[in-house]
Structures are given as C-alpha cells and as structure tokens.
C-alpha cells in the first residue's frame, strides 16, 4: 500500500477569514504541527489576507501559501481579478483551479480552467486543479465521464516536463460542506481511474509521482482510512482547515500514513 509521493494536507479556507484572523489561524497551526517536513502542508486563504499570511509564515518552511483562484492573463482591464505574478510577489506557491464553486457560481469552462493552469506553470506556480462530479452524474453513473472530461480539458497542452507541478484535487460535489464523505474505496476508485488518466496522457513515470488529493468533508475522523488508499496522497480541506486543533490533526494523520508506508 506504500505511497511513493509526499502527502499533502491543504487548507481551502474559501471566503472566511479577514487578514488579521488568518495570522491568527497561521500561528495555531503553526503551534500544533511543530517543524515537520515530512508531509506537504499548504493554506490558501482569501486574497485579501495573502500578504499577512506570507508575513506569519517568513521565518518557516512548514507552511507553503496557496491562492484559490487567478485569472490567465498577464495583466490588463479584468476588473476584480489578479494575476499569477500578483501571486508570486506574495511568496504563494499553490493556487487552487476550477474549484466546483468556481465552476458552479462563475461558469468557469474547463477550456478557461486550462488557461488557468498553463498561465500558473509558466508562473512557477503549482496549479491544484479540481475535479469532481454532481450527484446527479453519480446518479446516473457518470462519474468517471465527467472526472475525465474535466480532467483532460484542463491538461490541454500542458508540457509533460512541468506535469510534475500539478497537484489534482478530486472532490466530489455532493460530498462539499455537506458532511457526507465518499468512503475510501469510492474514493480510491476514482483516484485509481484518475492515475490511469494521467498515465494515458504524460506517461506512467510521471503519473506516478502527480498527487491526488482527496476533498469532501475530510476531518480527523475520517482522514486515516481515506490517507491509507493507495492512490489517495492527501487532502484539500474546506472546514476542518479553518481551526487549528483539526487541521492539525490531519497534519498529523498524513504523518503516521507516511510512517506506516515506510
Ligand atoms: P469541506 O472540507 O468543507 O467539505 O470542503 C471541501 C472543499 O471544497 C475543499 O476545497
């Protein structure tokens, strides 16, 4: 069951958290998972409080700071939007693309998500792209059809020499603030399908080393069975990221996953 790739536990904190807030948050996090560098440990929090952010985390490499969105264009009239050498100015080195609310309230095609992700690679970004499908596409057996629909309009010409940056996020719909969890073989399912994907399009060597994440209600309490499939190499987390204590904890199963792995 060894995981071959570095886990990654990622806070989304969405639209929660002023500036001052979110140092706050940084510091109890901080606090509890120590100085690891065994397992990857990112926030992404609202735009507004990135550069606070990359303040609280100057003196550390434990935390890496995402954005959870950005617009593909360099620069230019895109009222409200900013651009990923906006990002890089303030030390974020993840950026969270084609987030299922993104793709719900803001219409985002997978063909502007993939704009998205070329412009972040380019920008030394790492792009997590997420993934995921409705209940109603679960409903009717859709979900690989619609996982691979997203998956490959948002790898459009992506160079295989930088596919290695990508990080995947697969989070199913219906499982989002819901409390409702896929359980770890639905999820190894997908994450296994989304390999082979991978596989089809860069090739095995580097699909092997891409992290799948997996997002959707993910909390201490469910986080050990899921981190232990073999394809699932960390979480992307909306609620249980926003309190030091939980967020701490998944921190802390993704490191007894990697010991346990060997
Ligand atoms: P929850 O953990 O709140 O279900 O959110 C998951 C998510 O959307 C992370 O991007």
Request: glycine share 8%; with cysteine; proline share 5%.
């Given at each position: 069951?060894?995981?071959?790739?570095?886990?990654?536990?990622?806070?989304?904190?969405?639209?929660?958290?002023?500036?001052?807030d979110g140092v706050e948050l940084i510091e109890?996090?901080?606090?509890?998972?120590?100085?690891?560098?065994?397992v990857g440990v990112a926030v992404c929090?609202?735009?507004?409080?990135?550069?606070?952010?990359?303040k609280a985390l100057?003196?550390?490499?434990?935390?890496?700071?995402?954005?959870?969105?950005m617009h593909p264009e360099p620069d230019g009239a895109y009222t409200g939007e900013v651009s990923a050498a906006m990002l890089r100015t303030l030390y974020v080195g993840f950026v969270i693309l084609g987030h299922s609310e993104r793709r719900q309230y803001f219409a985002e095609s997978d063909a502007f998500i993939n704009q998205k992700v070329i412009a972040a690679l380019e920008n030394?970004?790492?792009?997590?792209?997420?993934?995921?499908?409705?209940?109603?596409?679960?409903e009717a057996g859709k979900t690989l059809e619609v996982v691979e629909t997203q998956l490959k309009g948002g790898l459009v010409n992506v160079d295989k020499k930088q596919a290695e940056q990508i990080v995947i996020a697969y989070e199913p719909v219906w499982a989002i603030g819901t409390g409702k969890t896929a359980t770890p073989e639905m999820a190894q399912e997908v994450h296994a399908a989304?390999?082979?994907?991978?596989?089809?399009?860069?090739?095995?060597?580097?699909?092997?080393?891409?992290?799948?994440?997996?997002?959707?209600?993910?909390?201490?309490?469910?986080?050990?069975?899921l981190l232990a499939e073999k394809d699932i190499d960390g979480g992307l987390i909306g609620g249980a990221s926003l309190e030091a204590k939980s967020f701490g904890k998944l921190v802390e199963a993704a490191l007894a996953q990697t010991k346990a792995d060997g």
């Open positions: 069951m060894a995981t071959k790739r570095k886990y990654l536990i990622a806070g989304n904190w969405k639209m929660n958290k002023t500036a001052p109890g996090i901080l606090n509890e998972i120590g100085s690891q560098s065994e929090p609202p735009f507004t409080a990135l550069e606070s952010a990359a100057a003196d550390t490499n434990t935390i890496t700071l995402g954005a959870q969105n030394n970004l790492k792009p997590i792209l997420c993934v995921g499908e409705t209940i109603e596409d679960r989304i390999r082979k994907m991978l596989t089809d399009i860069f090739g095995s060597d580097i699909a092997d080393k891409i992290r799948i994440l997996y997002g959707g209600s993910m909390k201490p309490g469910n986080a050990a069975e």
